[in-house]
């Protein structure tokens, strides 16, 4: 009895399992018939006014339990009964979609069938990004190791570095569906493989071979030659080489012994073939059949890949050999121990690179006009600070990744700091040389003192201290005055005499942008017309005259700058003059402009006063605040100049409203165009942030980004866009988006009126895919705070990250996977290495497709 | 930049010494007739694509309005007027990269750097090269002249069967010089020994890209197609570099390095850049006599070449002149008084009105349509002639196409619609000397020309009543 019940009951729970397996292959294929079938026709035909932003019909067909429900005429879809559903009733006789084209007669047979069966939805969210893809897109492609994946895997696998040498000979990649590792779009030209050739030679010859050989082969030997092919090849390859490969590396160590080589040079051919084959160039994986787990050795390479963007280093492929990878508690610890090597961080910033595409930074040309402070290498300094801003809040920090939208901290560049009016502090790395140094730190009374410590104080004296205003730091000419040293300057003539070395240094703001005389803010002079040297403003430039024997005491021709660089902002300038006569002009830390004059200073007159503000006859005034003069009897070198103007760093934003999170950060902002359009700011966010989607404009649209006038900021246009009926269908879901960002002009700085005078505003209401109510906010910073808060941006990354890790598009079929991942990385913290982490370690990643499967 | 035709004459003249793979030159040095008799006529097709297109009302003009330039080759082309892309045409679809990439594939894109499938020359070249083309040939040339470059569609216009780009663009003369004609680098030389044993490192990479080509390739198809295109390249590489011994060789100099922006800098964010007509048509005739050279000397049979992207942007400068006559004065910037994005020649398109004169317009779409002329008028050069005796432009099938500049919205389902179409008699399989109001999809005009060009794969999207377009055969 006890044998029969048991041998019964064994029988009933395999029924019961077959019976629960059976129901979930059900559940799986009507959720893959979802996926494949029906959610891409809900994105194409119905979403367009039937989402969560326009529910036109109060009909909302992008989420689940909206689409599920009852209006007044009766439910839209009933599981199990097309003929009851709305919406079949409305799809069927054509009268849906509107004005639009018909569903054709497959997709309206797939949308009755699958509300006959039952309507079984794989998500509680259809995501029209995803869903409206042809899963063609994202076949089963090979993936060619990228440009920077080819140079670390070269590094990691040979120690050789050939960065430079590959960025000369290899083609670019283009960005393809948002990244640029896109498997199907890293094609192949002819000049690919004359690089794979010409680089594999140079890294053979950079090697010590023999080493080499021994290190990954053993004892190096003609005899030995089989194994040690066998083990670089698999070091190399990052898998067991396949006997066909072996032989054929043989083969060309053989052709080397032929033309009587020897065995280095039989060991340098095969590794130069190694070099050069599909196993090293393409991630090859063996696939076949069904989809299937991943072997030990694929697992090693997908994780490395992936974390590192590289070829597995020794402790991986140990982990692969013993097959221990494959334990899921192996694996995670392998991933963890692999995100404390830098070569994660360096993955990951790539990853932010593409992401949000900051490459285009460098082919920006703003108009002149209206953007003269911007040059390439302020573009560059844009890039820098937001991939710096990404090192410190996710791995300096550990911060979760929403913080990216609202982290109250930058990195920036000396003049990217004054692009953003952060506060900023005059720096003195070194005093040596100092001859006059004056900090405005007296706070009141009329005498400006000299801190060099150089000697008797060349102490200044204001001569109407009613024209003046002080304050902590710093002293605001706000009218006509002069401030000039009691006595000669002549300790300081004679040591600049002695040195024939200059700098002089000022921190100022500007308050009027057109004095001109030129205006002096530094002059060591008798008059207008005879100087040793003037620093002086002619509108919009600044210009330095220097009085040489060759040149005579009117200084002229002086060194000037470019036009239109005169700000209202705190600016550090600093001109030197060198031995040989070159001097340089440095504008916030970078060198604007160089020139070269005859002579030194011996004709310098040390009976000169020195004067800040005006000329000694009062009749060159100039209006603005000092922070900082400093004299040096010495040439500061650009780099003690770019650390005096307070050099690449951390700053606070605690106290800078304006900013705080990527999409305050200029690099981002730029993506408006000069115009700082809406459309394309909003459709980033759209799309970029929030993992949503809108179709293109129509054809024929004007797309050019309008240009503002009086009485149409880019806010107005922006709202009669969404109030034009034909234009709110698509406008009313992005441009909102970019309504906290209008006070952020073309190329990000922070401003409160546009150039025709139009206030411009920065409150607004978010409109979050998926979420009915939107959400009101008064200032930017609400924004960035309801962005970095919101589910929506949350499980972006988590899109976003797992697309760059497989090199391709993601589909609606790949939802599960998205889900299961953000669920793990969330209970992780939602940080980079929690997101990485459930990434290298998911189903996903252990799981080789079919290679047949589209 | 200014630079002269380069033909044979001057190609065996000899003005520089230069390396040059002697494949080539043998194909040069060879008289063309002798070879023609034990040869026939190969078959090529090629897609010639110029941005932003031509209004559908000014097509009705004729020879009259902006297509007078392609009058005097007028017996040789069959112009196709209301030629609708319905299949390119759906919401959300964006006239300049989407519609565009409709243009001989009648598919809209499929992700941003590909389109929904083959284009029509990729589909013959698969159809009468079905086991790759001879290895001493590029497989497919794709140059252009061209600025606009956020979507690789926007410039790219020959693509594979599964949509992918079908080759990488050549975007400099200088490219496409050295990818045709010039001589491999990685051969030493004066050096046999060395050039044995790097033969036998291409010996071994072979095999192994054979092997996940080949019937037990684990790779799926997508995969496997990736890697026969590396070893395409490879083939040959191998050809270039080893099948043939290289030499010094008097040939034309090295085309100089180019004046105008390319790469990332010729697209600043959108914005468009300023250039000259000079520059602009130098560079382009460069690139042009280039790819044709290349067509003649039976190095390329496959392809495309571009003059300037869909949706281009820039502001251009410089006399318009027309057979010695000064027929307009381009200054877009002025004009459109702009700079920018704004001031870009784009707009005139957008600013189209059928009952304005559209002077601008008419201008920069009759200049292209120069341009395009000049192009074919190389490939009709009768020295290049085929053992036929007609000329490549007769016997090959090419393609003109361009994309949706201006808008019309004459039907609102239909964006995409009557959108310039012209082809080559592709030796006698379509008419030629008209003007033909076609009145049909472009998905069956590229259908019924893949037919008449023997092939029985169709384009498009599958699972559609195939209509042929007999009208436009010969």
Redesign the interface.
């Known amino acids: 009895m006890g044998k029969f019940w048991f041998v019964r009951s064994l029988g009933a729970l395999g029924a019961i399992v077959c019976a629960a397996s059976s129901a979930a292959a059900d559940t799986l294929a009507a959720e893959r018939f979802f996926d494949e079938r029906i959610a891409p026709i809900l994105s ?1 035909h119905c979403l ?1 006014c039937h989402d969560t932003t326009i529910r036109e019909g109060k009909l909302d067909l992008s989420q689940k339990h909206a689409a599920m429900g009852e209006l007044k005429r009766g439910f839209v879809i009933v599981p199990g009964d097309a003929e009851k559903s709305l919406l079949w009733q409305e799809v069927q006789n054509d009268d849906m979609p509107e ?3 018909p569903l054709s007669k ?1 997709e309206k047979e797939d949308l009755k069938k699958w509300i006959n069966d039952g309507a079984v939805w794989s998500a509680d969210e259809v995501d029209p990004m995803a869903h409206t ?2 899963p ?2 994202a ?4 993936q ?1 190791l990228t440009n920077r994946e080819y140079v670390r895997t070269i590094r990691t696998a040979t120690g050789v570095d050939i960065e430079k040498e590959a960025e000369k000979l290899l ?2 990649e ?5 990244f640029s590792n ?1 498997a ?11 690089a794979y ?2 680089l594999a ?1 140079r890294v053979v010859g950079e090697l010590d071979v023999m080493a080499f050989a021994r290190k990954h082969g053993g004892e190096v030997s003609e005899e030995r030659l089989p194994a040690v092919v066998e083990g670089m090849g698999k070091w190399l390859l990052r898998r067991p080489l396949k006997p ?2 072996k032989a ?2 043989l ?2 160590a053989q ?2 012994k032929d ?1 009587q ?1 020897d065995l280095k040079e039989m060991v340098s ?1 095969a590794l ?2 190694m070099l ?4 090293f ?2 991630r ?5 059949g069904d989809s299937q787990s991943a072997g030990p050795y694929e697992l090693a390479s997908r994780v490395s890949y992936a974390v590192w963007g590289s070829s597995p280093d020794e402790e991986l492929m140990k982990a692969a050999d013993r097959g221990e990878i494959l334990q899921p508690e192996v694996l995670r610890r392998q991933v963890e121990r692999m995100l404390d090597d830098p070569r994660a961080i360096d993955r990951s910033l790539e990853f932010a690179d593409q992401w949000l595409n900051l ?2 930074l ?6 002149p ?1 209206h953007f003269p402070l911007w040059t390439g290498g302020l573009a560059a300094e844009m890039r820098e600070e937001t991939l710096e801003f990404f090192r410190e809040v996710v791995w300096q920090r550990k911060r979760p990744l929403n913080e990216l939208l609202n982290a109250n901290l930058t990195v920036a560049s000396p003049r990217l700091a004054a692009h953003y009016h952060l506060p900023r502090h005059p720096q003195l790395k070194d005093r040596k040389g100092l001859v006059a140094l004056y900090e405005f730190d007296e706070g009141s009374g009329n005498v400006v003192h000299d801190r060099s410590g150089h000697g008797e104080p060349m102490n200044l004296k204001i001569s109407d201290e009613s024209k003046v205003e002080w304050a902590d730091g710093r002293l605001r000419l706000k009218d006509k005055t002069l401030i000039r040293s009691e006595k000669p300057f002549t300790r300081g003539v004679k040591s600049l005499k002695n040195s024939k070395e200059l700098t002089l240094e000022v921190w100022v703001e500007n308050e009027d942008l057109n004095q001109d005389g030129p205006a002096r803010l530094v002059s060591l002079s008798s008059g207008p017309s005879e100087r040793n040297i003037t620093l002086g403003q002619i509108k919009g430039l600044y210009e330095v005259r220097v009085r040489t024997p060759q040149i005579g005491g009117n200084g002229l021709p002086g060194l000037e700058t470019p036009d239109r660089i005169v700000t209202p902002r705190l600016n550090h300038l600093v001109y030197t003059r060198d031995r040989e006569g070159k001097g340089k002009f440095y504008l916030d830390g970078e060198l604007i402009n160089t020139t070269s004059t005859a002579g030194n200073f011996d004709n310098w007159n040390e009976g000169f006063h020195l004067m800040l503000g005006n000329e000694s006859d009062g009749s060159r005034p100039w209006r603005g605040t000092f922070h900082r003069v400093a004299i040096y009897d010495r040439v500061l070198p650009a780099e003690e100049v770019y650390e005096n103007a307070g050099g690449r760093r951390l700053y606070d934003l605690a106290g800078v409203r304006e900013r705080g999170g990527l999409l305050t950060q200029a690099s981002l902002l ?1 993506i408006g ?3 700082a359009s809406m459309v394309t700011r909003g459709l980033f966010v759209l799309h970029d942030l929030l993992h949503s989607a ?14 503002t006038k009086a009485g149409m900021s880019q806010r107005v246009m922006a709202e009669r866009r969404i109030d034009d009926k034909s234009c709110s269908g698509c406008h009313s879901k992005f441009e909102p988006l970019a309504f906290g960002l209008e006070r952020y002009d073309g190329v990000g700085a922070y401003s409160e009126k546009d150039r025709h005078g139009n206030a411009l505003r920065e409150d607004g209401a978010l409109r979050l895919p998926g979420v009915p109510e939107a959400l009101p906010f008064d200032r930017a910073e609400q924004l960035m705070d309801m962005l970095a808060g919101s589910e929506r941006v949350n499980r972006n990354f988590t899109r976003k990250m797992l697309q760059f890790t497989l090199g391709r ?1 993601l589909l609606g079929s790949d939802s599960r996977a998205i889900a299961a991942i953000h669920e793990k990385s969330q209970e992780g913290g939602g940080t980079y290495r929690s997101l990485m982490t459930a990434i290298a370690t998911s189903e996903i990643l252990r799981t080789i497709p ?4 589209p | 930049m200014k630079t002269g035709n380069i033909t044979r004459r001057t190609m065996l003249k000899g003005l520089g010494t230069i390396t040059v793979g002697l494949p080539f030159l043998e194909e040069m040095m060879a008289a063309t007739p002798a070879k023609a008799a034990a040869s026939a006529v190969p078959v090529r097709a090629f897609n010639v694509f110029f941005g932003l297109g031509i209004p559908t009302p000014l097509q009705e003009e004729g020879f009259a309005g902006v297509m007078e330039p392609l009058k005097e080759l007028s017996d040789k082309l069959l112009i196709m007027r209301h030629v609708d892309h319905v299949r390119g045409d759906q919401p959300g679809i964006n006239a300049h990269y989407d519609g565009s990439t409709a243009a001989f594939t009648a598919e809209p894109p499929n992700g941003t750097a590909r389109a929904g499938g083959p284009s029509i020359d990729q589909v013959v070249r698969a159809t009468h090269y079905p086991d790759g083309m001879p290895s001493d040939m590029v497989p497919t040339l794709v140059g252009g002249t061209f600025f606009r470059r956020d979507r690789v569609s926007r410039y790219t216009k020959s693509f594979a069967l599964d949509g992918t780009v079908a080759a990488t663009m050549q975007e400099e003369p200088r490219d496409v010089f050295e990818r045709v004609f010039g001589n491999v680098p990685g051969t030493d030389e004066g050096d046999p020994r060395r050039m044995r044993l790097k033969r036998s490192i291409l010996d071994s990479t072979m095999d192994q890209y054979h092997y996940y080509t080949g019937p037990n390739s684990p790779l799926g198809a997508a995969s496997r197609a990736r890697v026969a295109e590396h070893l395409d390249r490879i083939r040959e590489y191998e050809k270039r570099a080893f099948a043939q011994e290289s030499r010094k060789f008097k040939a034309p100099q090295m085309p100089p390095d180019s004046k105008l922006p390319h790469g990332g800098v010729a697209d600043p964010g959108g914005e468009g850049i300023d250039i000259t007509l000079e520059d602009l048509t130098a560079e382009w005739r460069l690139m042009a006599d280039l790819y044709a050279l290349a067509i003649q000397c039976d190095r390329v049979r496959f392809g495309s070449i571009n003059f300037l992207a869909a949706g281009e942007r820039i502001r251009l400068k410089g006399d318009y002149i027309f057979n010695g006559e000064k027929r307009f004065h381009f200054d877009d910037g002025a004009q459109r008084k702009s700079g920018g994005a704004n001031g870009c020649s784009h707009e005139w398109w957008h600013a189209f009105n059928e009952d304005k004169p559209n002077e601008q317009l008419r201008a920069h779409a009759h200049m292209k349509l120069r341009e395009v002329t000049y192009f074919l008028k190389r490939l009709d050069d009768p020295e290049f002639n085929d053992p036929n005796g007609k000329s490549v432009l007769e016997n090959s099938m090419i393609t003109i196409s361009t994309e949706s500049g201006d808008g019309r919205h004459n039907d609102p389902k239909r964006e995409l619609s009557g959108i310039f179409h012209a082809i080559t008699g592709a030796n006698g399989r379509f008419k030629t000397g008209q003007i033909m109001d076609v009145k049909a999809e472009g998905i069956d005009v590229y259908n019924t020309m893949l037919t008449a060009m023997g092939c029985e794969r169709k384009i498009g999207p599958e699972k559609r009543d195939f209509s042929s377009v007999d009208k436009i055969r010969a």
């Open positions: 194409k367009e004005d639009r084209p497959e893809r042809d063609k897109a076949s089963n492609w090979v060619r083609p670019k283009l960005r393809a569906d948002g896109t199907y779009n890293l094609t192949i030209d002819m000049s690919h493989i004359v050739g010409q030679e066909d490969e054929s590396f083969k060309v052709a080397v033309e080589g051919y130069e073939a050069q084959s599909p196993g160039l393409y090859i994986e063996a696939g076949g490459g285009r460098a082919n920006l040309k703003p108009d006009v730029t165009g000069d115009e809108v179709g293109s404009a129509p054809p024929g649209v004007d797309t050019t980004p309008q240009p598009p079919n290679p047949q499967t």
